[in-house]
């Protein structure tokens, strides 16, 4: 599947792309391999994933680099504080430690259509693995892969390494993998993105946003043009688009559920919208 950036503007598709957060975390356990099988058999263009490393060095899928108390209980079965479940630094366990705990029982008020059930942080190779096989299996088309790198400075040499040796092992993973034409690799952290790119330029990169800075400001954090922009969807609008499109960048937002939303967003002509609910965009678009 071509990425929007490999596009001309005139050449834009004239419907956003799908991109299921983190699988389709409305209906499933988030970065889940079910989750995210489910998304590909909804016909999603991009499955949005997180990716933090773990102590033995791969690429796990995670939201977090520690045990999000709210999804996870502990190796033990246990309920978790969010205190307690800090304390399960990811970048300081084996993967096997890591998948003794279910990360996928407990209900979320939030998402009440979601279908709990055992779930573990899987890599990121069993994820594309596992998605491109059921892909095969189904019929339907291999899904691009939107990852975002969990980056945070306040993070570096506890919960996750330097920037530049972290992007190294996720570009080596992507290039094992096979899917580095089919992924958008995207971070809140600036330094991540340089590092990235500094190492493999020709990689799609995308700046996530959720500050209220002008454009400008936001890509002056960059030394060089993003071909995404990515910011909160109550943060798009026309103007943001017309200055995004002058400057042949995509607008791609988040994490747009609600169905007014979601048309909002599709009215403006944003390039892609992350949703929890991705059949809910799928939807609207067939609507259309």
Excluded at 78 to 102: A, K, P, W, Y
Excluded at 185 to 200: G, K, M, N, T, Y
């Amino acid at each position: 599947m071509a990425l929007l950036s490999a596009c001309s503007p005139e050449l834009r598709n004239t419907q956003p792309e799908v991109h299921g957060h983190r699988g389709c975390r409305g209906l499933l356990p988030e970065n889940t391999i079910d989750g995210f099988k489910k998304a590909a058999e909804m016909g999603c263009d991009h499955l949005e994933l997180d990716v933090v490393l773990s102590g033995d060095g791969q690429v796990i899928v995670s939201h977090e680099p520690w045990l999000n108390a709210a999804i996870c209980l502990g190796p033990e079965g246990e309920e978790l504080t969010e205190e307690q479940g800090r304390s399960f630094n990811l970048h300081r366990m084996r993967v096997d430690e890591i998948q003794r705990c279910d990360c996928g029982s407990l209900e979320q008020e939030r998402f009440p259509e979601q279908d709990t059930r055992r779930s573990v942080k899987p890599t990121l190779r069993a994820v594309v693995e596992a998605v491109d096989e059921h892909a095969l299996l189904t019929g339907v088309p291999n899904p691009s892969y939107n990852i975002e790198i969990k980056s945070d400075p306040a993070w570096y040499g506890i919960y996750q390494p330097q920037p530049a040796p972290y992007a190294s092992q996720v570009i080596a993973t992507i290039d094992s993998l096979g899917i580095s034409e089919r992924c958008i690799v995207q971070s809140f952290d600036p330094a991540i993105l340089e590092a990235v790119h500094a190492e493999r330029p020709d990689l799609t990169l995308a700046l996530l946003v959720e500050n209220t800075d002008d454009l400008r400001t936001n890509l002056a954090r960059l030394s060089f043009k993003p071909a995404i922009y990515s910011p909160y969807f109550k943060l798009a609008n026309d103007d943001l688009l017309t200055a995004l499109r002058s400057m042949d960048i995509e607008l791609v937002v988040w994490t747009v559920n609600e169905p007014a939303d979601i048309q909002q967003m599709v009215k403006l002509g944003v390039d892609g919208i992350i949703s929890d609910y991705p059949d809910r965009v799928i939807a609207a678009l067939e609507g259309r």
